[in-house]
């Protein structure tokens, strides 16, 4: 059964921080990975798609990387600002299926 | 990116009572739909997958005949919670793709069902 880890599970930095959030899953099946935004009570926001023959995305200061071999990807966010605060989620489609498998996110706080 | 509207974004409805959720994709045509249920400070886990035409596909553990799922068109996916009780109080929210499983999928706004 496929499993998907991010860690840390919260975190809080100041403004203008770079910072890199984790995700680890467990089989490397996978078609994709994709990361998303999410805030408090709201639906989520589509950040990066990975295809699982891409090494990495980039979209304005967020790029995020893939290595399907060791079950890794990490989101790189450059200039962090209090905008950014939300919790993010990583999720992954595993071979042979079609819904999302999720990670537990990460809650992250950018300070002003 | 694609849109999917997600409607209402929030009930709240009397125990016993049925409440239906609506998810739309406007300006794509989707064959599949996905339901997910977040509970608090948690992550988004499957319920179900919607299918066009056809029965949907329930996850291990999610009772069909609670939580009902109808796809009666290619732009349309409903979610019926039936005989609602406080435990079923939860955040559900769906998602479809414009293609394959190798496309972007996106997500609808949400609802949060509150069961009294």
């Known amino acids: 059964k496929q499993e998907v880890t991010q860690i840390p599970a919260a975190l809080s930095v100041p403004e203008g921080e770079n910072l890199v959030l984790n995700c680890s899953f467990t089989?490397?099946?996978?078609?994709?990975l994709q990361w998303f935004r999410q805030d408090p009570g709201k639906g989520l926001t589509s950040l990066l798609l990975i295809q699982s023959s891409q090494r990495e995305q980039t979209s304005g200061r967020l790029n995020a990387s893939l290595d399907k071999s060791s079950g890794r990807s990490t989101l790189y966010i450059a200039a962090s600002q209090p905008g950014d605060s939300a919790t993010y989620l990583c999720a992954v489609v595993i071979t042979g299926r079609r819904a999302l498998t999720f990670g537990s996110g990460t809650r992250l706080q950018v300070q002003p | 990116g694609a849109v999917v509207s997600q409607h209402p974004s929030w009930v709240i409805c009397k125990s016993g009572t049925s409440v239906k959720i609506e998810c739309r994709s406007l300006d794509f045509q989707a064959t599949t739909m996905f339901w997910y249920r977040q509970f608090p400070k948690q992550s988004l886990m499957l319920m179900a997958t919607?299918?066009?035409?056809?029965?949907?596909?329930?996850e291990q553990g999610v009772e069909k005949d609670k939580f009902l799922i109808n796809h009666a068109s290619l732009t349309l996916s409903t979610l019926t919670v039936t005989s609602a009780h406080p435990e079923d109080s939860s955040f559900y929210i769906c998602?479809?793709?414009?293609?394959?499983?190798?496309?972007?999928?996106?997500f609808g706004q949400g609802t949060r069902l509150t069961v009294v």
């Open positions: 919607s299918n066009e035409g056809s029965k949907a596909t329930y």
């Open positions: 998602s479809a793709r414009v293609g394959t499983q190798n496309t972007e999928a996106f």
């Open positions: 089989d490397s099946a996978i078609y994709n």
